[in-house]
């Protein structure tokens, strides 16, 4: 049985390093002028791609109602168990109940969109926000307002247009 | 006026010069010490650091406060003297190297010759040669000062590196000085001004291309940049010779480190590309803007090789302690002595 070599074997000319110097120093001053791929955040926003899921927002109906129902199909999806709610009766005649009370704790929400599949009237949706950071861990706890407001934010798919000031995030 | 001829206005003038030679180097520096980063990052598809003045210009001054600001730390055990004056040893020796360069034609004010160089001694390539091996104790001495193991080996290796290399460096110049006929900066520079073959400028590159490989080979590992920067070698010795470092002493080897960088880029240019030499233009003849281009063609060569270096760098990994040696005293060692042969053959021929 011969003893097949099958390895790469260098020439002298290769074994000079210039070959493999020169190649590698071709390629570095390639990538030194190509385009750079750093997004510089504050100014620059990272494009978020369709169905990002982001941060968690209510929507409103036409007439600039909540649009919660109060079923809790949400919170009973929820794998992390972060909705809650507190419902009471609707002062619209239209529907029995709404949310008194609304909140996502965002310090466990996972961001994965189970709330938004089992809702039926289409009131919770993840939203392509992702520099909600705070510096409080009470500041993670949205409430029906902050939740709202998510939506008065993103409601035009302009988020990124605005300024930090005008987004308060 | 004193028994050398010297008056004071010519001790002003030296001093004038020794002081903007310094603040140039210093400020080269810091525009060093930001390019590093940013070339790093422009090769790899980054930005860098940016946000520090126009472009990140600033940085260097925002790292010098943070160096400022660390506590100074002696290891258990060190050589406090020893451990304090290692980083100067770094720095010291590379800033004066720059005394004996010649970095532009000499210029002409209020009737009175001025030559671009701080000292034009007449063994001026030895002085370089003694400033840079000097720069070696002050790695040595600091890897050996801290007391503790890594440090030790970064110091260790960089003796072994640099008296290797120092050979190859020293033997790949020799060419140089055969073809001169003269060890002064300046007449080398000058022998460079011509032309050959009527359109090629009579650079040392295109008469000795041997040696100029040799050389920026051996003074990569003089200035113990990648790939050759087995004394700090981060992924094996934390930080080399100086991981026990910090605070000012550590920035001091760092400026050292670059100031060597810088004056390497000095002599290369000076010994191979004709230095101060603009091609294809007589700069005597010019009066200020002769002096003005040959200031620029000077800048424009060293920032070449700082470039280079950087380039360099972020293009080849470290090598390996058996293969740098192997390198240095089977391959470029031989390389160096074959190339004295061939210039004494050569010049044998053209007399």
Sequence with gaps: ?169 | MNELGFTWIDTGIILAKIVIVIVVNLLILMIMELAERRVSAFIQDRLGPNRVGPEGLFQAVADGIKFFFKEEIFPAGADKVLYTLAPLLVLVPALMTFAAIPFGHAAELFGRTIPLQIVDLNVGILFIFALVSLGVYGVVLGGWASNSKYPFLGGLRASAQMISYELSLGMSIIGIIMITGSLRLSSIVEYQSGMLFGFLPRWNIFLQPLAFVTFLVASFAEANRLPFDLAESEPELVGGYHTEYSSMKFAMFFMGEYVALITTSAVLATLFFGGWDFPWVDEAALGGWGVLLSLLAFALKTGFFLFLFLWVRWTIPRFRFDQLMRLGWKILIPLALVNILLTGAGLLLVH
Aim: proline share 7%; hydrophobic share 35%.
């Design chain 1, 1 to 169: 049985m011969g003893v097949k070599n099958v390895g790469y074997r260098p020439k002298r000319w290769d074994r000079s390093y210039f070959p493999g110097i020169l190649a590698g120093m071709w390629i570095t001053i390639k990538h030194f002028f190509s385009k750079k791929y750093t997004v510089s955040y504050p100014e620059e926003r990272w494009p978020v791609p369709p169905g990002h899921r982001g941060a968690i927002r209510l929507n409103k109906d036409e007439q600039g109602r909540i649009k919660c129902v109060a079923c809790e199909m949400c919170s009973t999806a929820c794998p992390a168990k972060c909705i809650s709610m507190k419902a009471g009766v609707a002062p619209w005649p239209d529907r029995e109940k709404y949310p008194v009370e609304f909140t996502i704790d965002m310090l466990r929400c996972i961001l994965c969109g189970m709330c938004e599949e089992a809702c039926p009237e289409e009131a919770i949706q993840l939203t392509e926000i992702y520099d909600f950071s705070a510096y409080t861990r009470e500041d993670l706890i949205w409430d029906k307002e902050r939740l709202l407001r998510n939506y008065d934010l993103t409601a035009d798919g302009k988020y990124f247009d605005r300024s930090k000031e005008e987004t308060g995030l």
